[in-house]
């Protein structure tokens, strides 16, 4: 198990921004790759941004890219969501996952390393929520 702990969720108002922490609570995540989703009420879960395990590439939802900004370190064990520019679409519960090892798919291909699909990932947080007011 991987115990994934998420925190820094809360109200804001449009325009505004927040910082998502992510983190491995009793267990290093530095070798995984890590990325966040988010369920709206009466929605799917779905991809905001992930990173790859040593930090160099990223990748976002067309939704959120130029907003928001995905980054960790590995020293403390932890991942970051900066969100800026919060929109009233925003508000969601931000879950937390981690990949243990990527795939040879994901090895082969410098476009597909980072992973961003849910069945990519083995372990998820129990989420944090986010509600931006207009």
């Known amino acids: 198990q991987v115990p994934l702990v998420e925190s820094g969720g809360g109200l804001v108002q449009a325009g505004g921004s927040l910082r998502l922490s992510c983190a491995g609570s009793?267990?290093?995540?530095?070798?995984?790759?890590m990325g966040w989703f988010r369920q709206a009420p009466g929605k799917g879960r779905e991809f905001v941004a992930a990173?790859?395990?040593?930090?160099?590439?990223?990748y976002y939802a067309d939704s959120v890219k130029g907003r928001f900004t995905i980054s960790r370190d590995n020293a403390k064990d932890t991942v970051y969501l900066q969100m800026n520019n919060l929109k009233p679409e925003d508000t969601a519960n931000y879950y937390c996952?981690?990949?243990?090892?990527?795939?040879?798919?994901?090895?082969?291909?410098?476009?597909?390393?980072?992973?961003?699909?849910?069945?990519?990932?083995?372990?998820w947080g129990q989420g944090t929520q986010v509600t931006v007011s207009s």
């Open positions: 009793g267990r290093t995540i530095s070798t995984y790759g």
């Open positions: 990173i790859a395990s040593t930090g160099g590439s990223t």
């Open positions: 996952a981690a990949q243990l090892k990527p795939s040879q798919a994901q090895l082969a291909s410098a476009a597909q390393l980072v992973p961003r699909f849910q069945y990519q990932f083995n372990y």
